[in-house]
């Protein structure tokens, strides 16, 4: 069974950041990557989850 991922440069279209910038989150390990048929593709989960962490918080209180 494979895992579900997607090419770096579908995951930067997804994100809305360039390549580059998705290269710089992979390099730094904010997300994860893995090799299929020779090449980098990226976790759809770390994907998901990268989204996650990036949205910006609220400071409003109830």
């Known amino acids: ?9 579908e995951a930067a ?6 390549q580059s910038d998705l290269y710089v989150a992979v390099q ?3 997300i994860s990557t893995f ?3 020779r090449r980098t593709v990226v976790d759809q989960a770390a994907l998901t989850q990268y989204q996650i962490r990036q949205r910006p918080t609220s400071d409003y209180r109830l």
């Open 13 to 18: 279209r997804r994100l809305g950041v360039s």
């Open 28 to 30: 730094k390990g904010q």
């Open 35 to 37: 090799r299929r048929d």
């Open 1 to 9: 069974m494979h895992k579900q991922g997607v090419s770096l440069a």
